[in-house]
């Protein structure tokens, strides 16, 4: 059964654009280097104000999911050393702690 992964988080108020484009493009860049992403999309927050003023807390920055044609295949890219190396070099210098939310869950089931 095919499987998706999403994850969100914040990033820092003290950012740089530089930062924020380097971890957009090494997000980016995975397709090409783990064969077993199928798809994936990418959304940066529009910082609405209802997002931004939202009763249960403000919207996260960033959006990545990929798609894989089973649970063992995205466990294989969890690990995956181009995605480990993106985690550490991009996204961990410039998240906001405490922000990470994700879930993988099954294709097809409606």
Known sequence: M???HVVMFGIKEDATE?????????????PAKIA???AHDLGVDLKLPSGQTHPAG?????????????????EAY???EEHVKVIKETI???MEPGS???????????
């Open 58 to 74: 403000k919207n996260r920055s960033v959006l990545w999911s990929a798609d894989f044609d089973s649970e063992a295949d995205y």
């Open 18 to 30: 530089e930062q924020i484009k380097s971890c957009k493009d090494g997000l980016l860049s995975l």
């Open 78 to 80: 969890a690990s995956h």
């Open 100 to 110: 990470r939310s994700a879930i993988q869950y099954q294709l097809g089931l409606m």
């Open 36 to 38: 077993s992403i199928k």
């Open 92 to 94: 961990a210098p410039i």
């Open 2 to 4: 095919p499987v998706r």
